[in-house]
C-alpha cells in the first residue's frame, strides 16, 4: 500500500509539474547598455505572490532551473529563469543573451552581468513582482547576487546564494569584493554549497549584518551550484528541506 501510494504521489507530483511547465513562456527585455535580454517566466500564481529571479553558474543558461523552476512554482513562487551574458548551455538550452552579446561585441565576463541583474529586477517589478521579490544566484552568480541585493534593499526582499566565492580578483575587484558588499545586506539570506566549499564562503557569511541569515551544509558530499536540487542527485532532498524552511516566510505573507 505504501509504495502504491508513492507512485501515484509521483505520477501526480509530476502531471502537475507538467502542466505549470506548460505555462512557461519565453520573454525579452533590455539590459541597462540596451543588450537584449532572454529569460523563461514561470508565472503560476497571481502578481502578489512572492517572485524568485533565477541566475545560472558560469558557462551554463536559464536551462539550469528547467526542473528547479515548476518545483518553486508548487511551492507559491513564481519564477523569472534568466540567460545573463556570460554563459553557454545546458540541459539544450542556449544562452541566447550571450550568443547576442558576443555577435554584437560586448562584454561577457562576469561583471558584466551585474547590469542584467538590475535589469532583471527592474522588469519584474513593473511587470509581475508585487510582493516579495527574492534573488538567486548559482556560483558566481551566487556571488554577484549578495552585491546586487545589498545595493537594492528597496526592491529585494531575500538573497539565495548556491556556491559563492571570491571570484573577482583576476576581473579588477578585490580579495574580499563579495564580504566587503556583503556587510550592507539587511535582507533574510540563505547560503549553502558543497561541503568542501564551505570555506570559500565563510568569511562572507559573518560579514553578513542580517538577524534573518541562514547557512546549510549537506551531510553527504554535495555538489556545486543549484544544480544540487536536481532530482538525479540522491542529496537533492537534503537541499530542498533546508530550502523550502528558508522560503516558507515567504509564504506566510503572500
Avoid at 502542466?19 to 547598455?33: G, M, P, R
Avoid at 551574458?85 to 551585474?114: F, L, P, W
Wanted: net charge positive; proline share 2%.
Amino acid at each position: 500500500m505504501r509504495s502504491f501510494k508513492f507512485v501515484l504521489t509521483t505520477i501526480l507530483f509530476l502531471l502537475v509539474s507538467l502542466t505549470l511547465t506548460a505555462k512557461t513562456k519565453t520573454v525579452t527585455y533590455k539590459s541597462q547598455d540596451g543588450l537584449l535580454i532572454t529569460a523563461d517566466l514561470y508565472f503560476t500564481h497571481k502578481v502578489n505572490a512572492p517572485f524568485i529571479i533565477l541566475f545560472h553558474q558560469a558557462g551554463w543558461s536559464r536551462g539550469e532551473y528547467k526542473e528547479t523552476a515548476p518545483i518553486l512554482n508548487l511551492l507559491g513562487f513564481n519564477c523569472l529563469a534568466v540567460d545573463l551574458r556570460s554563459g553557454g548551455n545546458i540541459n539544450g538550452v542556449i544562452n541566447q543573451t550571450h550568443k547576442r552579446a558576443v555577435e554584437q561585441k560586448k562584454g561577457t565576463n562576469y561583471i558584466d552581468t551585474i547590469q542584467d541583474m538590475k535589469a532583471s529586477i527592474k522588469y519584474a517589478k513593473k511587470y509581475y513582482a508585487k510582493g516579495n521579490l527574492i534573488i538567486w544566484g548559482s556560483s558566481y552568480s551566487s556571488a554577484l547576487v549578495l552585491v546586487v541585493g545589498s545595493k537594492n534593499k528597496k526592491n529585494v526582499d531575500g538573497i539565495l546564494s548556491f556556491s559563492p566565492g571570491e571570484y573577482f580578483e583576476k576581473l579588477g575587484k578585490s580579495s574580499t569584493y563579495i564580504a566587503e558588499n556583503a556587510k550592507n545586506i539587511t535582507q533574510p539570506v540563505f547560503i549553502t554549497s558543497a561541503k568542501r566549499e564551505h570555506s570559500f564562503w565563510e568569511n562572507i557569511f559573518a560579514a553578513i549584518p542580517s538577524k534573518d541569515k541562514t547557512s546549510f551544509l549537506p551531510k553527504s558530499k554535495g555538489n556545486h551550484g543549484s544544480r544540487v536540487l536536481w532530482s538525479k542527485f540522491e542529496y537533492s532532498k537534503e537541499y530542498w528541506k533546508a530550502i523550502k524552511s528558508f522560503l516558507s516566510k515567504y509564504l506566510e505573507t503572500k
